[in-house]
């Protein structure tokens, strides 16, 4: 808990910083958003076991002919789901989440993929197996969401990172679709952070091990703690790019800082890892602000 609380002092004080240096730099931080889309849908997607690299989910967005071939649902899950995240950017501080909104994401992100489960929850004899874990009985789904609703909005004083890992964690637990509920459920996180004035947040494929051990932890014991860590420091990291940014500072590889420094690179990138430092990972690679 006081780990949490830590995490949760640093990430105002970001916060804090981010709104000082934010005002007047509305077209700025619109280009670190659309930046960001390809990096988003290319995680999102890979957690979700899409072949697609991030130049290949780049070229995709730009109409920009790929070098091999990949199969229809593949295109339409980049071009679906970067819809999805514009569509939030632009709209989530206007309109409420609610389950018609969530209804409508899911349609918007499985489009031209399934058209006769996109915009539904399960019904009826549709339960769904993710490894060992069954989810609940379709009838249930709704009452659990609005639980999930009732739990997040009743919590307003709590800090952002618990809220967020346990909505987040229900969410998938519940399994409300018969397709796509990794991808709206992480979509929906952001949709939230930007509705509480925070910054979106990216959840990397290569903490896809830790990400699936928060769902087991959720599962076998009720607890979220490995959720929080990870939420914690998507936050923080979302911060740490924008605030290089915003504060016009030098932006440099973690490699070469180490070498300016003359600090130890392994150490630097634990640093970096554990989000003790205001380093960020942009297109695969640690970067720092000097």
């Given at each position: 808990m006081a780990k949490v609380l830590n995490v949760f002092g640093k990430i105002?004080?970001?916060r804090e910083r981010y709104y000082k240096t934010a005002n007047k730099?509305?077209?700025?931080?619109?280009?670190?958003?659309?930046?960001?889309?390809?990096?988003?849908?290319?995680?999102?997607?890979?957690?979700e076991n899409s072949t697609l690299s991030l130049e290949e989910t780049e070229k995709i967005l730009l109409k920009i002919d790929l070098d091999r071939y990949i199969t229809e649902r593949e295109l339409f899950e980049a071009k679906n789901l970067a819809a999805v995240v514009s569509y939030m950017n632009k709209k989530a501080k206007e309109?409420?989440?609610?389950?018609?909104?969530?209804?409508?994401?899911?349609?918007?992100?499985?489009?031209?993929?399934?058209d006769d489960i996109a915009?539904?929850?399960?019904?009826?004899?549709?339960?769904?197996?993710?490894?060992?874990?069954?989810?609940?009985?379709?009838?249930?789904?709704?009452?659990?969401l609005e639980k999930m609703f009732v739990a997040y909005n009743s919590s307003s004083n709590e800090n952002i990172i618990?809220?967020?890992?346990?909505?987040?964690?229900?969410?998938?637990?519940?399994?409300?679709?018969?397709?796509?509920?990794?991808?709206?459920?992480?979509?929906?996180?952001n949709y939230l952070?930007?509705?509480?004035?925070?910054?979106?947040?990216?959840?990397?494929?290569?903490?896809?091990?830790?990400y699936y051990e928060a769902f087991n932890e959720f599962d076998k014991k009720g607890e979220t703690s490995i959720m929080e860590e990870i939420v914690g420091k998507a936050i923080?990291?979302?911060?740490?790019?924008?605030?290089?940014y915003l504060e016009e500072k030098e932006i440099v590889t973690l490699a070469e800082y180490s070498k300016k420094k003359k600090m130890s690179y392994s150490n630097l990138l634990n640093k970096a890892k554990r989000q003790t430092?205001?380093?960020?990972?942009?297109?695969?690679v640690w970067k720092i602000g000097i």
């Open positions: 105002n004080s970001l730099k509305e077209s700025l931080l619109g280009l670190i958003s659309e930046a960001e889309v390809a990096e988003q849908v290319y995680n999102s997607n890979a957690i309109q409420e989440l609610n389950l018609d909104m969530i209804l409508f994401l899911h349609k918007m992100l499985i489009s031209n993929i399934n915009g539904r929850f399960r019904k009826e004899d549709e339960w769904v197996r993710v490894g060992s874990y069954i989810a609940p009985d379709p009838k249930e789904v709704v009452g659990k618990k809220r967020i890992a346990l909505l987040h964690l229900t969410f998938e637990h519940t399994h409300p679709f018969l397709d796509g509920n990794g991808r709206i459920g992480r979509a929906i996180n952070l930007i509705r509480e004035g925070f910054v979106p947040i990216n959840i990397k494929f290569i903490d896809r091990k830790s923080t990291s979302s911060y740490h790019k924008r605030l290089a430092i205001e380093a960020f990972l942009e297109k695969g």
